[in-house]
Each structure stands twice: as C-alpha cells, then as structure tokens.
C-alpha cells in the first residue's frame, strides 16, 4: 500500500527567504499530489495540486516539484511571511478509481523566524 | 459561498457519553470523510461514504458510527466503546472519489472531562 512521508517535521525560516517542504511516496503508481496547509485550530486548506503527468506548476507565490524517479515532491514558497506559519503536509492519490483513498503525510512545521 | 461547516468547535465528553459530531457541506459533493487527528500524527481516517445512505469502514472505525440519510449531512458520533476520544476531528467533502482534493471543514476538538 501507498506511504506518505515528509523529510522533517519542524522547519525554521528566516522572514522574505524562500521555503522548501518536502514529501516522500512510495508508489510509483502515484496519480494526483496535493499540498494542504493547516494553521493552528483550523482544518487543512488547499493550496496547490499536480498531477503525475506534470513535473511543475506554480501558483501564486507557491510552486509544486514533483520528480516520479525518485517518488518526491516538494512545495516551495518563495519570500516567506509571517502568516506562512502553520503545518504542511502532502496528500497522494493512487489511481483514478472511484475506491481509491487519499494518503496523507504527517505535516511539516513552518516556523517563520523575523 | 459553498463550504463544509462542522459544529461544534469545542466539545466536551464525560465518560461513558456518546457525543455526535455534526458535519454539513453545500458543495453538492457525493462523497464525505471523518477523520481523526492526533499531535504529531498524519490525518487518520474513521469512516467515508461515497453515496447516500452507503459508509465504509476507515483504518479506525472502532468505537465510533455515522450514518449518510441526507448527501449534505454526515454526522459522527463517537460511543462510549471509543477509549481515547480526546482529538481534533476533521471532516472533509470531495467529489465523486478522491481525484479532485478534499475540501476540510473547521474541526471540532472533542475532550474527555
């Protein structure tokens, strides 16, 4: 079955650098990648999607990596504020059948130092 | 606007209760998803249901039902028969199966007193 993991679980920032998170799944068969950001008492929001025929998209001051060799995918937030701090974490979807369950990392941090 | 509203945001249960979770959505979403979230843990999932009056077991059902009588309403209810209830519960909506993202409700944290 499908596992989800991220590289580290706290992550600190200086204020205007760039933020780099990073999930790590295990199969190959991989379909749909979604990051989630979580702040403090809230329910996770989306923030950006990629889908496995893709490698690259970028949103509004986010962009999404995904590399299928190696099974990684990274969320990047360029010039990071302070109202970036919550929990990241990523979410894989294998397949395109109706049955198919959503796989969730454990979330990474951000700390946004001033 | 459309969106998941869960309620309430804070809860409190004495041992031995059952306590009911609501979860509503207006996003005209088929499917809809409990979940339990614990520090330093990934989002677990409870229970789903992909129709109407139609719910799967999740990876840890025990101690907790739900019924699907209306596509808007999926409410949760967490028996006595649950040992550790103490959590933040999430629900989310999506469309039909999973390849469109979820979209998550508020939460209600749930405590044992």
């Known amino acids: 079955g499908e596992s989800v993991g991220l590289h580290l679980p706290t992550l600190s920032v200086q204020e205007g650098d760039n933020s780099i998170i990073n999930c790590a799944y295990s199969n190959s068969a991989s379909d749909y990648f979604i990051w989630y950001k979580q702040e403090s008492g809230k329910g996770p929001q989306f923030i950006i999607d990629?889908?496995?025929?893709?490698d690259k998209r970028q949103g509004q001051r986010v962009t999404v990596l995904l590399n299928k060799t190696v099974k990684h995918l990274s969320l990047q937030i360029a010039a990071t504020q302070p109202g970036d701090s919550a929990v990241y974490f990523c979410?894989?979807?294998?397949?395109?059948?109706?049955?198919?369950?959503?796989?969730f990392g454990k979330g990474t941090r951000l700390h946004i130092l001033p | 606007d459309g969106g998941i509203t869960q309620s309430p945001k804070y809860l409190f249960r004495k041992e031995g209760q059952n306590v009911t979770l609501s979860c509503e959505q207006n996003?005209?979403?088929?499917?809809m998803y409990w979940y339990r979230q614990d520090p330093g843990q990934g989002l677990r999932l409870i229970y789903y249901?992909?129709?109407?009056?139609?719910?799967q077991k999740g990876d840890i059902a025990e101690g907790y039902s739900v019924s699907r009588e209306k596509k808007e309403s999926f409410p949760l209810t967490v028996t006595s028969a649950q040992k550790n209830p103490t959590a933040f519960y999430l629900c989310?909506?999506?469309?039909?199966?999973?390849?469109?993202?979820?979209?998550f409700g508020s939460g209600t944290r749930l405590t044992v007193v």
């Open positions: 249901s992909q129709i109407v009056n139609d719910f």
């Open positions: 989310a909506s999506s469309r039909t199966g999973v390849n469109y993202g979820y979209t």
């Open positions: 979410a894989v979807i294998e397949g395109m059948n109706r049955d198919d369950k959503i796989i």
């Open positions: 990629i889908r496995s025929n893709m």
């Open positions: 996003l005209n979403h088929d499917a």
